[in-house]
């Protein structure tokens, strides 16, 4: 049956939830127009179904490995990281690997899984500072003063409270060079980050305070042209290994109602002193 075969009710129905995503029908699954028979047997990694998925197109070679490589770096931070932490309480609770990882991905918001996407926002209101005719430093001061007044003193990708300097970010810029060198990227974000770093050092008399993970796959993500957003979702799909994995490593060790610390220890009280209800007279 053609479109202008059926009733307009059917067309409105069907137009309900219209995709470009996707044309699923019996026998059929056709992902931006590729068959997945095709995909699986040309060899089609995750990274490359990410990119097709969110942008419409598969990704060169090169655009694949920078993704897949700021995809990988930021799986896991181990359970100190409020997500993880959840992912493991979650699994003693008698939940299933799905509600587990669900509990971690829902609490991944602007503080915690958020540095990214603002880190891109930032990246790129310099870059448009830059293109209005300002000096770059100037530019990154401006941009670095509306983004404290907007979000506060903590400059989302750069310091660690853990890391005096990031091992995964280093590796992650090294790659980005490399790619600018052989033209596969535009190269401009990654400077645009390190006038950041340059920028706050002269702004804390010299001490440097240096780019983390969340500001390193920015870079890529700004360098690949992925909006701000989707640096979040991708962040929340990279994370999500490794919440597997903990939920999972966590339903192996088993124990039940786990909580935040070990029940030897008591959350400090510092409420009112003990007192006896007054009587109901």
């Given amino acids: 049956m053609t479109s202008t075969d059926k009733p307009a009710a059917q067309i409105a129905s069907e137009d309900w939830w219209r995709t470009d995503i996707i044309d699923m029908q019996p026998g059929v699954i056709r992902y931006r127009g590729y068959p997945v ?9 995750l990274a490359q179904m990410i990119w097709l998925m969110t942008r419409g197109e598969l990704p060169t070679p090169a655009q694949a490995r920078l993704l897949d490589a700021a995809l990988m770096a930021a799986v896991d931070h181990g359970p100190q990281a409020p997500s993880i932490a959840i992912a493991r309480m979650a699994a003693t609770c ?6 587990a990882m669900a509990s971690a991905v829902n609490v991944l918001g602007d503080v915690h899984g958020g540095a990214g996407e ?8 310099i870059a448009a500072r830059i293109d209005a005719g300002a000096a770059a430093a100037d530019a990154t001061g401006a941009a670095l003063d509306d983004f404290v007044a907007g979000h506060g003193k903590f400059i989302s990708g750069f310091g660690h409270r853990f890391h005096p300097v990031d091992p995964r970010s280093a ?32 702004r804390k008399g010299g001490r440097r305070i240096p780019m983390n993970i969340d500001g390193a796959t920015a870079v890529v993500y700004a360098e690949l042209g992925f909006a701000p957003e989707l640096a979040r979702g991708l962040f929340c799909l990279s994370r999500s290994v490794g919440i597997l994995a903990h939920a999972w490593e966590q339903t192996q060790q088993g ?5 935040p610390m070990p029940r030897s220890f008591i959350p400090t009280y510092s409420g009112h002193a003990p007192r006896s209800v007054p009587r109901q007279d």
């Fill in 255 to 259: 124990g039940r109602n786990k909580g």
């Fill in 94 to 99: 008698g939940v299933g690997l799905n509600n």
């Fill in 171 to 202: 590796p992650l810029l090294a790659l980005v060079d490399a790619a600018a060198a052989r033209g596969e990227v535009p190269g401009r974000f990654a400077r645009i980050a390190r006038g950041v770093e340059d920028v706050l050092a002269a």
């Fill in 118 to 125: 603002q880190a891109v926002r930032l990246y790129r209101d």
């Fill in 37 to 45: 028979q095709e995909l699986i047997a040309g060899g089609v990694g």
